[in-house]
């Protein structure tokens, strides 16, 4: 499934000794559905990456260095060094009511490698999780436009931390019941997170990989395994709301 649609990325790209994919198609569905941006590389990057954070507390190791342990390729070896080194992972300790995260995918397993570090700050009475900062380090090949690279991977990181925080449409048995900006919920200027950094690895006269859609599945497992960090509890349905998380800690 080297493109793929709903099975965009369900492959991992871990030198794991076997691997079982089962993937099933829905022709048939209640109401009209249509693709969401990078297709299925959100959700199954989103499903492999939490995983990974929990293998790694399985195996009482660090989540960066058992992503490193299990991860041949040298690009995408470099990219998740790049940005634990930027966002300090190794000297980094959470303040209390906050938790960090880290996620990578190569997206489409052949296009850009992107991996995200984030910090998140959790509101225990509310269950509210606002992203304080975030730091991504993105191999795209050879570069052209640094500042278009950069964009689109800041632009990424806020496109699913709406969708990871927030968004979500509702619907009953024959339509979709949120049809305006009143009822579906989306990210609001006042939870713009504090910096985002974007580190670009130049590969000068390697192929153009596309990034344009390489940094959304990174961004929601780097919240996901945040949230984990700073509650304690696994959510592993998205968005990871504030109701979610609230219930789920018991405020």
Same mark, same amino acid.
């Given at each position: 499934?080297?493109?793929? @649609?709903?099975?965009?990325?369900? $492959? ?15 022709p048939t569905m209640p109401v009209r559905v249509s693709a969401l941006r990078s297709l299925g ?15 790694? !507390?399985? +195996? ?27 966002? @300090? ?9 906050? /938790? ?14 992107? +991996? #995200? !570090? ?13 992203? #304080? ?6 191999? !795209?090949? &050879?570069?052209?436009?640094?500042? /278009? ?5 800041? @632009? ?19 339509? $979709? ?13 006042? !939870? #713009? ?6 580190? $670009? $690895?130049?590969?000068?006269? =390697?192929?153009?990989?596309?990034? /344009?859609?390489? /940094? &959304?599945?990174?961004? *929601? =497992? ?7 960090? *700073? ?19 018991? +405020?």
């Amino acid at each position: 499934m080297p493109e793929g @649609g709903g099975d965009r990325n369900s $492959i991992p790209l871990y030198n794991f000794p076997s691997a079982r994919v089962l993937y099933h198609f829905l022709p048939t569905m209640p109401v009209r559905v249509s693709a969401l941006r990078s297709l299925g590389a959100y959700m199954n990057v989103f499903a492999i990456e939490s995983f990974m954070d929990e293998l790694a !507390a399985a +195996a009482g190791e660090d989540p960066v260095a058992f992503r490193l342990k299990h991860l041949d390729d040298s690009r995408a070896r470099e990219v998740v060094s790049k940005a634990a080194d930027g966002f @300090g992972w190794s000297q980094s300790e959470a303040e209390q009511g906050r /938790g960090r995260g880290f996620a990578f995918a190569r997206y489409k397993n052949l296009a850009a490698y992107c +991996a #995200v !570090a984030c910090e998140i700050e959790i509101e225990r009475q509310t269950g509210r999780a606002r992203l #304080v900062r975030a730091v991504a380090a993105v191999d !795209a090949g &050879q570069v052209v436009n640094p500042n /278009g690279i950069a964009n689109q991977i800041e @632009g990424a990181i806020m496109q699913s931390m709406s969708w990871t925080l927030h968004e979500s449409v509702t619907f009953d048995a024959t339509r $979709i019941t949120s049809r305006d900006w009143a009822s579906y919920p989306i990210l609001r200027f006042s !939870a #713009v997170p504090d910096a985002i950094e974007v580190h $670009i $690895i130049d590969r000068a006269g =390697a192929p153009f990989l596309g990034c /344009g859609e390489a /940094g &959304q599945g990174p961004t *929601a =497992a780097a919240l996901a395994n945040a949230v984990a960090h *700073a509650t304690g509890k696994r959510l592993r349905d998205l968005p990871l709301s504030r109701e979610r998380i609230k219930a789920a800690i018991g +405020a």
